[in-house]
């Protein structure tokens, strides 16, 4: 079975501070992805890789990067907090997209993220 | 941009009804469409993936179709139960996928 994990559950952070999300995946899938999650807005892009040290943004990068130095985790960054960024973060992982090829995402069981 | 969009936002049935959930997309040009269902404060759980090649699939008492020209697709939910209650996301997939924002079902015993 595919495992997406992420570093923690819950977090709660402080305004200002420099905040590290983790997420690991175990089935060599060349995307990964973050995305948060609000009510109402649903689930929006904040960027994603299709291989290693590669990265693009999606709908929402601002007051984020990310990171990829293997092929296995990538890490988001908030550089510094701020209480709009208070949310639900889950990360993906899927095979790269192809015509005529199944590509299923997995989604690791999120983050929810504080910030005071 | 692809916008893809869930109604209702909300429904709920009596158990042992069948329903459907719908869900719709602007740009067809999809390579795949994947149902979701996400219990509260939980991860995502794949439910059925449908390559653009194919109407439908299924699983169990579910099954998803797939529209392609009319940019639609179903999830039929057969027999409902309480435990089916959750909210239910569709993503449309070509160089990533862009979600629903749900339909919350609750099943009531």
């Known amino acids: 079975d595919v495992k997406v994990t992420q570093s923690s559950r819950y977090l709660v952070k402080r305004t200002g501070e420099k905040v590290f999300l983790e997420c690991v995946q175990d089935m060599d899938h060349e995307n990964m992805f973050w995305y948060r999650q609000d009510p109402g807005l649903g689930l929006r892009l904040i960027y994603f890789s299709y291989d290693v040290k590669m990265k693009e943004k999606g709908d929402i990068p601002e007051g984020y990067s990310v990171s990829r130095e293997k092929k296995e985790r990538f890490s988001l960054i908030l550089e510094s907090a701020s209480t709009n960024q208070t949310s639900m973060y889950l990360c993906a992982s899927s095979f790269h997209f192809l015509p005529g090829y199944r590509v299923e995402q997995y989604f690791g069981p999120g983050t929810r993220l504080t910030v005071t | 941009k692809q916008e893809v969009t869930q109604i209702p936002a909300a429904l709920s049935v009596p158990e042992g009804e069948n329903l459907v959930l719908n869900c719709s997309f602007t740009?067809?040009?999809?390579?795949?469409l994947q149902w979701f269902r996400q219990d509260p404060g939980k991860g995502l759980t794949s439910l059925l993936l449908i390559q653009s090649s194919q109407r439908e699939q299924t699983s169990g008492r579910l099954n998803a179709s797939l529209d392609k020209s009319s940019g639609r697709s179903t999830l039929y939910i057969a027999a409902s139960q309480p435990g089916d209650s959750a909210t239910y996301l569709c993503a449309v997939g070509r160089r990533q996928f862009y979600f629903g924002t749900g339909t919350s079902l609750t099943v009531i015993p």
């Open positions: 740009d067809s040009a999809i390579y795949n």
